[in-house]
């Protein structure tokens, strides 16, 4: 099973500031990464952002980016908006059992 | 609008078994894989298991192999998840999810999710 590792656990950022986060896998997975937010509270679903390592999904904002490939992938969203606060999650698909990363709480600083 | 919609969970003693079912509509629903991914109270997404198209290939974690069973009625719209001999460490919200196409293993559409709890 391919391990993805988050960093770090917890990023705290001011609005309107640039949020890095990384992800690393234990293995090569190619550009078969994906990214997910989820915000806090009940039935707050993760929403696919970027898939392909770097291709943004269907109607997320250009300030989402990703970038990486084989084993090292960073999000980076570069100005930070009060509803980006949430947990992001990495996941590969590039080997069975499909694997997410433990994810990394973005919190106002 | 492209909508899942699950439903199933509950509260049920270790041992027992539960079927949860999705509900999907705004999309062909026999062109897409589909996965379950559950949550554990205040933890992270762990997939859990996914079926393809046309329901003839199927994966599953290590956690809950031959334990719970996934399946599709295509000419219903909907996904299944059998859960049998249930511990605690199933307790989560179980969420079913679409992949974006054939050719990647992203998820796009996912579902509001269903609560399981297992517990005496």
């Known amino acids: 099973e391919i391990v993805m590792t988050q960093s770090p656990g917890t990023l705290s950022v001011s609005p309107g500031e640039r949020a890095t986060l990384s992800c690393r896998a234990s293995q090569s997975v190619n550009s078969n990464l994906a990214w997910y937010q989820q915000k806090p509270g009940h039935g707050q679903a993760p929403r696919l952002l970027?898939?392909?390592?770097?291709t943004r999904a269907t109607g997320i904002p250009a300030r989402f980016s990703g970038s990486g490939s084989g084993t090292e992938f960073t999000l980076t969203i570069s100005s930070l908006q009060s509803e980006d606060f949430a947990v992001y999650y990495c996941q590969q698909y590039n080997n069975w059992p499909r694997t997410f990363g433990q994810g990394t709480k973005v919190e106002i600083k | 609008e492209v909508q899942l919609l699950e439903s199933g969970g509950g509260l049920v003693q270790p041992g027992g078994s539960l079927r949860l079912s999705c509900a999907a509509s705004?999309?062909?629903?026999?062109?897409?894989?589909m996965s379950w991914v559950r949550q554990a109270p205040g933890k992270g997404l762990e997939w859990v298991s996914l079926?393809?198209?046309?329901?003839?290939?199927?994966h599953y974690a290590e956690s809950v192999k031959g334990r719970f069973t996934i399946s599709r009625d295509n000419s219903k719209n909907t996904l299944y998840m059998q859960m049998n001999s249930l511990r605690a460490g199933d307790t989560a919200v179980y969420y079913c999810?679409?992949?974006?196409?054939?050719?990647?293993?992203?998820?796009?559409?996912w579902g509001l999710g269903t609560t399981v709890t297992v517990s005496s």
């Open positions: 079926i393809g198209a046309s329901g003839t290939i199927t």
């Open positions: 999810a679409k992949d974006q196409s054939v050719t990647t293993g992203d998820m796009d559409v």
């Open positions: 705004g999309f062909t629903f026999s062109n897409y894989a």
């Open positions: 970027i898939y392909g390592a770097s």
